[in-house]
């Protein structure tokens, strides 16, 4: 057995179902070897679109998506999306080709050192230097890669050293030690069960930890029996269902909104699976005016505005039910309640408009009244994405997939086709902007060659609409952020897509019916009013300084 033979044995064992890639010359041996393993290859048209892919595989599934390139170009063309998975804690692992070892010394052709590249957005990278060491140095990347926080692992595998004979007792895989269910200490639960005693607003901010960690039970029971209401960042949408009467939706925002006004009021923070990396604390704490109780697996960040009175560290759905068997309810909390139903009326409100071009509102209302419970949207990065954060309601995690991490441009469709693979029964759709849509369009094809069938919605402005909305804000005009578009429907029916424009908001939820029926991707092409962002911001500034000067209730 050589190397490259015991390296797919090595993912086999892991649970590895698909590998996305492109072949090339330096890993023809991994090629060769995949022929005959029970793990599918799916050959894409970028080497972005790989790794976007097993990014998306890893944030639903908990388990390490994987994707593969040749050495050179090919591995650099991996960095975003490895990148992105690193920083947004998905797990990943990336494997390169790489040139014979002997060449590696020397300039050579196509040569860069890899492992200096990827160590800066991984949390391990390391190059198969030795046949026997392979089954190692990859349960162990998978073992990074998987833990919290979890992450992406590279794996740099020189074409000699693929097809030399690995020795006997280090071709099989390495067992998989027992996941250790870590307790916190009983002292710590005592002093966040204090803490919450003694506030008389504390709220939740809960974050994408708490979704890894599968704690959405717990949270909604903790906050529904002690009636602390429940912030999420845009990476914890659903965490507790968007109809608990607790659920004060989704901060991150640019703009101070709704939950700004709640978490400034609060006396007491309780941060659940919250990681700076998502939304960071100047956003919220910027003149320290709360204590912070951080419930999560780990230690938390280091920052000076985020500097917790107790940590509990440890499982957070046990922290939760073992805080909350120490406390009381709290009284009902009147003023979040009364902003919760102001929320739910400002959405109402907007849901019904039928304006064209569309508003940003009405057509995440139009997908929320489509899609069940279970479905999967995707966001791509973009003026749409601040939209989806604050409009498109969940009743579950991992239904809505939003990078607010390293936020990437271009991962939508890619993660269309991942989503759809890891489950098939679901509808999927990504939304996306006509800028962030042109970055992966090539991985359309792939989406037909495999036989993903989902639904690409492309809000149609014809410019970098957050960075307009950003320019607009600071300087009153705009520069360098307009372009013009390809007909999207002709587009479409090129890749043997299934392509729609809107003509008017009536028009959008049986679209979306129709298109989700296909057998086919299908896109549609729906033009939207983003003269809405700005009208936005100057109704929150409005509204904000209103709920502001009102005397809070209870």
Known sequence: MNTAEALVRCLENEGVRYIFGIPGEENLAVMEALKKSSIRFITVRHEQGAAFMADVVGRLTGKAGVCMSTLGPGATNLITGVADANLDGAPLIAISGQVETARSQLTSHQYVNLVELFEPITKRSKMVVNPGSINEIVRIAFKYAES?????????????IAQLEVPEISAAPLRHSAPHIELADVGSVERAASLIFMAKNPIVLAGHSAVRSRAAAALTEFAETLHIPVINTMMAKGIIPFDSPYSMWTIGLPQKDYQNVLIDEADLVITVG????????????QNRSHKILNIDSRACHVNKLFQPETEVMGDISSSLRSIMLRCSPKEEPKRPLAIRAEMAAEQERAAGDVSFPMKPQKILADIRSVLGPHDILLSDVGAHKMWIARHYNCYEPNTCIISNGFATMGIGLPGAIAAKLTYPDRKVVTVTGDGGF????QELETAVRIGTAFVVLIFHDDSYGLIKWKQMERYHSSCYV???????????????????????????????REALKQKVPAIIDCPVDYGENMRLSRRLKGLISQLQSREPEG
């Not at 919250?274 to 704490?285: C, F, L, Q, S, T």
Request: some cysteine.
């Open 482 to 512: 307009d372009f013009s578009n390809p007909d999207f429907v002709m587009l479409a029916e090129s890749f043997h897509c299934k392509g729609y424009r809107i003509h008017k908001a009536e028009e959008l939820a049986t679209v979306l």
């Open 274 to 285: 919250y990681d700076i990396v998502e939304y960071a604390p100047i956003k919220w704490n």
């Open 438 to 441: 042109l970055m992966n369009l």
């Open 148 to 160: 919290e926080k979890p992450g992406a692992g590279f794996i740099d595998l020189p074409c000699d």
